[in-house]
């Protein structure tokens, strides 16, 4: 699929939308450079599940946690990963299980050690908008 | 009483000594920015398996600059979150299992407790009550100190930190890491005047920040200039003084808002010269406390944590370290 996202906006009814589709556990991979709207697309997604307070970067902490409507949902922004190798002693793999819905910032920071994605988004700069493509 | 405090949150192992009676004896840090430096970033996992090397030879070299043993403790401070899980365990198991070997109570201490707390090991100390603005790689926020112990938030980032901001915005021109020295470096040969940044969330009421919006805003503004030595150097001084306004505007409001008028500055931003002339234009006492206590340190914990452990305060022989900790819960 491929979609021009005008404005911020659009960028968030296209993570609520896509959140809408997935009932129950997945991971998707947000590709794009500094800028592009993942985190904002995240904040889209967080808000099909009425969530709508801040979505702080998770470039610091790599993984930031919501649970919300009985649901886990973990945001993680692998940007500061300097080897694949680091997401496994970290622990990480305890956060990929069926019922949890992961988010994955900068997921080639951990090729090899993240499971399969089940949708994998690209946010391009295009004019004074983005472009989408999954 | 002598407490030994534990610091490994983050990027930094620190460790210090401070008795309640003589004030701070020794502090001593070994800083991963050099290893991170290389990846633009902190490297968790690189962070946590470097305290582990780190810390003991610290603690060791610490007591024998002051001259002390660890039979002379009398309790034992360590960060035990908000931060990196890796990087936490390593200074929670090393301090828990002292207190157990030495037979000598422990506190976990929280980690903004340390940074709200720090500017106390200053002469003179800041008069309480205060309002702190936190400002680092991982916090923007504006804390209300209305005694020890007692912290309100009054404002926080929704998003980036500002000092993430100036990470990803120094990455984003081509600068260095730390990205805040990189941009204040070369924000000196920019021009004034030639762009006119956002002040995000000044034009509506509250002490909430966001610097997310900011830092797209200056990759445009970098992508559509001829991309020269001279435009990276006028959109570096137009992003920092859109950052300083933005905290300078945030902190008139919290001032007026608490009817409070002293400000303390922690947090490695607190670094920056332009947001250090800025806040000092303030109708505040404005403290600043020593760059090394306002980065991470030891100092802040081995404090923070005998005011606790005076008070009879401890923990039990478990190791919890506890990555996600709002501070209102203390």
Not at chain 2, 117 to 132: R, S
Not at chain 2, 256 to 280: F, S
């Amino acid at each position: 699929m491929e979609l021009f996202l005008a404005d911020e906006e659009a960028t968030l009814q296209l993570g609520k939308s896509i959140a809408q589709q997935f009932s129950s556990g997945g991971v998707i991979f947000l590709n794009g450079d500094l800028g592009a709207g993942k985190t904002t697309f995240v904040r889209g997604f967080l808000m099909a599940f009425n969530y709508y307070g801040a979505v702080k970067s998770p470039t610091y902490t790599l993984v930031e946690p919501y649970h919300l409507a009985s649901r886990e949902i973990y945001h993680f922004d692998l940007y500061r990963l300097g080897d694949p190798e680091e997401l496994e002693y970290a622990g990480c793999r305890d956060y990929f299980h069926s019922q949890a819905l992961c988010l994955i910032e900068w997921p080639e920071k951990a090729d090899g050690y993240l499971p399969k994605a089940d949708l994998s988004l690209n946010l391009h700069y295009q004019d004074e908008g983005r472009l989408a493509l999954y | 009483m002598l407490v030994l405090g534990i610091e490994s949150s983050c990027d930094e192992s620190a460790v210090a000594l401070y008795d309640t009676k003589k004030g701070l004896l020794a502090h001593q840090l070994y800083s991963q920015v050099e290893l991170h430096a290389e990846y633009g970033g902190v490297v968790p996992e690189l962070a946590s398996r470097d305290h582990i090397r780190k810390i003991t030879p610290l603690i060791q070299g610490l007591l024998k600059e002051a001259d002390l043993t660890l039979q002379q403790l009398d309790g034992i401070a360590y960060t035990a979150g908000p931060g990196l899980i890796g990087a936490l365990m390593v200074g929670t198991c090393i301090g828990r299992s002292l207190a157990l070997g030495l037979g000598i109570p422990a506190v976990a201490v929280h980690h903004m407790e340390g940074h709200l707390l720090a500017p106390m090991l200053e002469t003179p100390q800041p008069q309480l009550p205060f309002i702190a603005l936190l400002v680092s790689g991982g916090h923007t926020l504006l804390v209300e100190v209305k005694q020890i112990g007692e912290y309100k938030i009054l404002g926080e980032s929704l998003d980036d930190a500002a000092g993430e901001a100036f990470d990803k915005t120094a990455k984003m021109l081509g600068l260095g890491y730390p990205g805040g020295p990189a941009i204040a470096e070369k924000a000196k040969q920019g021009r004034e005047g030639l762009y006119r940044f956002p002040r995000p969330m000044t034009n509506r009421p509250g002490v909430d920040f966001s610097f997310s919006g900011l830092k797209t805003f200056t990759l445009t503004t970098w992508q559509k200039s001829e991309q020269t030595e001279q435009d990276k150097a006028d959109i570096a001084l137009a992003f920092q003084t859109a950052v300083v306004d933005t905290l300078l505007i945030k902190c008139k409001r919290a001032l007026k808002q608490t009817q409070c008028h002293n400000l303390v500055i922690a947090g490695g931003v607190g670094a920056n010269t332009a947001l250090r002339e800025k806040l000092n234009t303030l109708d505040a006492t404005v403290s600043f406390p020593r760059l090394e206590f306002c980065t991470d340190n030891g100092a802040m914990i081995a404090y923070a944590g005998s005011l606790r452990l005076a008070k009879g305060e401890h923990e039990e022989a478990r190791i919890t370290p506890k990555p996600r900790w709002p501070i209102a819960d203390l």
